[in-house]
C-alpha cells in the first residue's frame, strides 16, 4: 500500500513546502518505506508486502506515527486529506528532474491542481493479462470505494459541496479516472501505443486510471480512494480490494469475462459517489437505479465474507467497518469539525489529529 499526505504549516494550517525534511528525518527508521511525491508538499508512506490485514494495518500505523513525529521535529504536521483545505494550494511546487519537468510540459495547468493525495492499494498478481482480466470485474465497485473513502470536501478555503473534490480533479488528467475494459494484454498495449503517440502521456507511470497493472510491481494496483483519515480505514479498503481480486480471480478461471459497464455511466456512477459519498445514494452500474451507499456496502462486503474468512480479514474487517459506519466518511468528519465553530483550520487540526492515530473514530 502507499499513502499519501500533505504537510502543513501548524498555525496558518495551510499546505507548506516542507515534505524533503520530513522525508529525510522520517527515513531514518523506515528506509525505503517513505518518500517524496510530484510537490514538495507530500510526504508518500509504503508498506511491505504482506498476507493479512493486521499486519498491514500495523505498518500503516507505524509509519503514520514516525512520520507525525518526523514532521513535529521540523516544526510542520501532516493531514491525510484527499485536498487541501485552505487557500495557498494553487500552483504547487513541482519537484525538479527530467521526467518532473516533461510531466509540466506535457500536462501544463493540470500541475497547479496537485496538492491533492490518495490512497493505494497492491494485490499480487504477476501475470499482467490475468490481472487485466480481473480489473474488469473490479471497475463496477471503484464508485463504491470513492464514496467509503471520500475525504476531500473542502478546496482552497471553500467547500465544493462535494464528498471527494480530489476524485472531481483527478478526472480532469488525460488518462485517469475509470479505466477501459481491456480484452487482452495486447488490447491495453495497443491503446498505450495511441495514448502515448497523442502525447497523453510522460511514460509508463503516467497512466494514472484507477486500476492499472503496476510499472514497478508485480501487482494489480487499485488507486481510486482519497487518503482515509486513519490508517484503520486504509486498511480497510485494502483487505476489501484483495476480497475482490480474489473473488475476480477465481470468475476469470471460469471464464467469466465480467460486466460490460459502459463508460458513460461509469463516469456517472463516480459523479455521484464523488458528489455525495457514504453518506448518500449511489448509481448502482448493475441495475441502473440509485441505492443508499451503506446498502451497497453491506452487499459488497456479505459477497466477499467466505474470502475475508478465509484470508483471516472477517474480524478486521468487522470491527473498522462498524467504526467507519458509525463515524461517517472522512467527508463528513471535516465538515462536522468545521460546523462546530466555523473555522476551516478545525478540519485541518483534526485531520492532523487523524493522522497521528489521536482521534476518536466514531466522533470528532
Same mark, same amino acid.
Given at each position: /500500500?502507499?499513502?499519501?499526505?500533505?504537510v502543513v504549516?501548524?498555525?496558518?494550517?495551510?499546505?507548506?513546502?516542507a515534505?524533503? $525534511? &520530513?522525508?529525510e *528525518?522520517?527515513?531514518?527508521r523506515?528506509?525505503?518505506?517513505v518518500?517524496?511525491e510530484?510537490? #514538495?508538499?507530500?510526504?508518500?508512506? !509504503?508498506?511491505?508486502?504482506?498476507?493479512? +490485514?493486521?499486519?498491514?494495518?500495523?505498518?500503516?500505523?507505524w509509519?503514520?506515527?514516525?512520520?507525525?513525529?518526523?514532521?513535529?521535529?521540523?516544526?510542520?504536521? &501532516?493531514?491525510?486529506?484527499?485536498?487541501?483545505?485552505?487557500?495557498?494550494a494553487?500552483?504547487?511546487p513541482v519537484?525538479?528532474? @527530467?521526467?518532473?519537468d516533461?510531466?509540466?510540459?506535457?500536462?501544463r495547468?493540470?500541475?497547479?491542481?496537485?496538492?491533492?493525495?490518495?490512497l493505494?492499494?497492491?494485490?499480487?498478481i504477476?501475470?499482467?493479462e490475468?490481472a487485466l482480466?480481473v480489473?474488469?470485474?473490479?471497475?463496477?465497485?471503484?464508485?463504491l470505494?470513492i464514496? /467509503?473513502?471520500?475525504n476531500?470536501p473542502?478546496w482552497?478555503g471553500?467547500?465544493?459541496?462535494?464528498?471527494s473534490?480530489?476524485? $472531481?480533479?483527478?478526472?480532469?488528467?488525460?488518462?485517469?479516472?475509470?479505466? @477501459?475494459?481491456?480484452? #487482452?494484454?495486447?488490447?491495453?498495449?495497443?491503446v498505450? !501505443? =495511441?495514448?502515448?503517440?497523442?502525447g497523453?502521456t510522460?511514460?509508463? +507511470?503516467?497512466l494514472?486510471?484507477?486500476?492499472?497493472?503496476?510499472?514497478?510491481h508485480?501487482t494489480?494496483?487499485?488507486?481510486v480512494?482519497?487518503?482515509?483519515?486513519?490508517?484503520?480505514? #486504509?486498511?480497510?479498503?485494502?483487505?476489501l $480490494?484483495?476480497a %475482490?481480486? &480474489?473473488?475476480a480471480?477465481?470468475?476469470?478461471?471460469r *471464464?467469466d469475462?465480467? @460486466?460490460e459497464?459502459?463508460?458513460?455511466?461509469?463516469?456517472?456512477?463516480?459523479?455521484?459517489a464523488?458528489?455525495?459519498?457514504?453518506?448518500g445514494?449511489?448509481?448502482? $452500474?448493475g441495475s441502473?437505479?440509485?441505492r443508499?451507499?451503506?446498502? /451497497?456496502?453491506?452487499e459488497?462486503?456479505a #459477497?466477499?465474507?467466505? =474470502?475475508?474468512?478465509d484470508l483471516?480479514?472477517?474480524? %478486521?474487517?468487522?470491527?473498522?467497518?462498524?467504526e467507519?459506519?458509525?463515524?461517517?466518511?472522512?467527508?463528513?468528519?471535516?465538515?462536522?469539525?468545521?460546523?462546530?465553530?466555523?473555522?476551516?483550520?478545525?478540519?485541518?487540526d483534526?485531520?492532523?489529529?487523524?493522522?497521528a *492515530?489521536?482521534?476518536s473514530?466514531?466522533?470528532?
Amino acid at each position: /500500500m502507499e499513502e499519501e499526505f500533505l504537510v502543513v504549516d501548524p498555525d496558518s494550517r495551510c499546505v507548506t513546502p516542507a515534505a524533503a $525534511v &520530513v522525508v529525510e *528525518g522520517a527515513s531514518r527508521r523506515l528506509g525505503a518505506r517513505v518518500g517524496g511525491e510530484i510537490t #514538495s508538499l507530500h510526504v508518500e508512506t !509504503r508498506t511491505t508486502p504482506v498476507g493479512s +490485514g493486521e499486519e498491514l494495518l500495523g505498518q500503516l500505523t507505524w509509519a503514520r506515527e514516525v512520520i507525525d513525529e518526523c514532521a513535529r521535529q521540523q516544526g510542520v504536521r &501532516v493531514a491525510a486529506t484527499g485536498t487541501s483545505v485552505m487557500p495557498g494550494a494553487a500552483a504547487p511546487p513541482v519537484t525538479r528532474g @527530467p521526467r518532473q519537468d516533461r510531466g509540466t510540459q506535457t500536462f501544463r495547468g493540470l500541475h497547479d491542481e496537485l496538492a491533492i493525495c490518495a490512497l493505494h492499494v497492491h494485490v499480487e498478481i504477476p501475470d499482467r493479462e490475468r490481472a487485466l482480466l480481473v480489473g474488469n470485474h473490479l471497475r463496477a465497485c471503484l464508485p463504491l470505494l470513492i464514496a /467509503m473513502t471520500a475525504n476531500s470536501p473542502f478546496w482552497e478555503g471553500r467547500d465544493s459541496g462535494y464528498a471527494s473534490w480530489r476524485t $472531481v480533479v483527478w478526472g480532469r488528467w488525460p488518462v485517469a479516472g475509470p479505466p @477501459p475494459r481491456f480484452t #487482452s494484454l495486447a488490447h491495453y498495449e495497443q491503446v498505450v !501505443r =495511441v495514448l502515448t503517440a497523442a502525447g497523453a502521456t510522460v511514460d509508463a +507511470g503516467t497512466l494514472f486510471w484507477d486500476i492499472r497493472p503496476s510499472v514497478a510491481h508485480p501487482t494489480l494496483e487499485v488507486r481510486v480512494s482519497d487518503v482515509p483519515v486513519t490508517a484503520q480505514e #486504509s486498511a480497510l479498503v485494502a483487505v476489501l $480490494v484483495r476480497a %475482490l481480486a &480474489v473473488v475476480a480471480s477465481e470468475a476469470v478461471d471460469r *471464464g467469466d469475462p465480467g @460486466p460490460e459497464i459502459p463508460g458513460e455511466l461509469l463516469r456517472a456512477a463516480y459523479w455521484r459517489a464523488a458528489r455525495d459519498g457514504l453518506e448518500g445514494d449511489l448509481l448502482d $452500474v448493475g441495475s441502473g437505479g440509485l441505492r443508499p451507499a451503506r446498502e /451497497m456496502v453491506a452487499e459488497l462486503v456479505a #459477497s466477499v465474507g467466505p =474470502v475475508l474468512a478465509d484470508l483471516g480479514d472477517a474480524a %478486521l474487517v468487522e470491527r473498522c467497518l462498524g467504526e467507519l459506519l458509525a463515524a461517517g466518511s472522512g467527508a463528513a468528519r471535516q465538515r462536522d469539525a468545521v460546523r462546530r465553530r466555523g473555522r476551516l483550520t478545525d478540519a485541518v487540526d483534526f485531520l492532523v489529529a487523524g493522522t497521528a *492515530g489521536s482521534v476518536s473514530r466514531v466522533s470528532v
